[in-house]
């Protein structure tokens, strides 16, 4: 036992069967960017022009808005200098800092100004958390610092003892808060292998006090460093290589695989869109390995979702697409489906809606 890490992850955690999965949808409820709105703010930076052909590509319709795939053109393409790709990088980091500047307004209100009451939100969460016997466990995919301003979620395995008193001087000191622009140092692969697992049981002990659910984030977030020195939020085409290339996000990419791959996992995913490839291949693996089950909260309608994620991207209405498989499948696993905004669920003059009631029968 006292050979094991959680790199080479011997340890199996019983996860329960209730699971969270977040998307860029879920924080739009709360003043987050989606996609398109991503693009506009990148877009719209003053920096950008600065940048001629970058600028060009933000309006070359056969790009289709796509801020994350031009943003893998600039920064893996030959034809952008090195001094042009850090400037670039530069005006994304600022595009979500504003975003969560935005996000973290009101930060301990239980009433925010968009309407949502986060005490009924919390209550229906701790559907998710830990039980007597298993280990509650909610996924993002926002580098957004929600959870950890407004609910004081901390990502799993947030330990200064990774690093040795070198390394802290390297880089500046560790900062275990995230309300501030400190980096987020992670550790690299020999850190990580020495996180034991005595010290994994620890954790999980140390996070059931605090707020009793395990928080990963699977594509980084920001203000997250790589154990290399840059910025470790998860963007653009190569996305699955990209996180198994960082040990503490590989280690998150294989929990949630291994989650999903237990029998008749009820999987509630808000504000996800389908849209990335090796999350969907996970999906799929369970749904036809262990018969995962998913719910789904999205504003869009049921019939253009089913439209959507069953055809290639990008789907366009009353076009010839062609049919995405792991889409057919996907949709065909669907148990519920509400097409409507966290607000509508959980409004602000905090009464119990019949959509809130519901999703609590489904998961309590």
Not at 72 to 88: N, P, Q
Not at 286 to 309: G, H, M, N, V
Not at 336 to 362: Q, S, Y
Request: glycine share 6%; charged share 25%.
């Amino acid at each position: 036992m006292e050979g094991c890490s959680v790199n080479k992850t011997c340890m199996d955690l019983n996860y329960r069967k209730n699971m969270l999965l977040f998307g860029a949808g879920f924080t739009a409820n709360f003043g987050g960017f989606l996609a398109r709105e991503m693009w506009v703010k990148i877009f719209n930076n003053p920096d950008l022009n600065q940048l001629t052909k970058a600028k060009e590509l933000f309006k070359n319709s056969e790009k289709k808005f796509d801020f994350e795939n031009i943003f893998s053109e600039i920064i893996l393409g030959d034809g952008y200098s090195s001094d042009d790709k850090t400037k670039f990088e530069k005006i994304i980091i600022e595009t979500y800092i504003s975003m969560q500047l935005i996000i973290g307004q009101g930060e301990n209100q239980i009433i925010d100004s968009w309407g949502v009451n986060q005490e009924e939100l919390k209550d229906f969460l701790s559907l998710f958390f830990f039980n007597e016997e298993r280990v509650g466990v909610c996924f993002t995919l926002n580098q957004d610092l929600f959870f950890e301003q407004k609910f004081g979620w901390q990502p799993f395995i947030s330990k200064t003892k990774w690093f040795s008193q070198e390394r802290l001087k390297q880089c500046g000191g560790y900062k275990i808060s995230y309300s501030n622009r400190d980096p987020h140092i992670l550790p690299n692969h020999d850190e990580l292998n020495r996180f034991s697992e005595v010290e994994l049981v620890t954790e999980l002990e140390s996070v059931k006090k605090q707020h009793n659910i395990l928080y990963m984030k699977l594509h980084g977030s920001l203000g997250w460093v790589s154990s290399d020195g840059t910025s470790r939020m998860i963007i653009g085409k190569n996305k699955k290589s990209d996180i198994e290339k960082e040990p503490l996000l590989n280690f998150y990419f294989q929990e949630f695989k291994k989650s999903l791959n237990q029998e008749e996992v009820r999987l509630l995913l808000v504000g996800y869109g389908f849209r990335d490839e090796h999350i969907n291949e996970c999906l799929v693996n369970a749904i036809d390995s262990k018969k995962l089950k998913l719910y789904i909260i999205s504003p869009e309608s049921p019939e253009l979702f089913q439209a959507r994620i069953t055809h290639k991207y990008p789907y366009l209405p009353g076009a010839l697409s062609e049919i995405d498989n792991n889409g057919v499948k996907i949709w065909n696993a669907v148990e519920g489906f509400f097409p409507n905004t966290i607000r509508e669920i959980f409004p602000r003059d905090g009464r119990k809606t019949n959509l809130a009631e519901t999703l609590i029968k489904i998961f309590k």
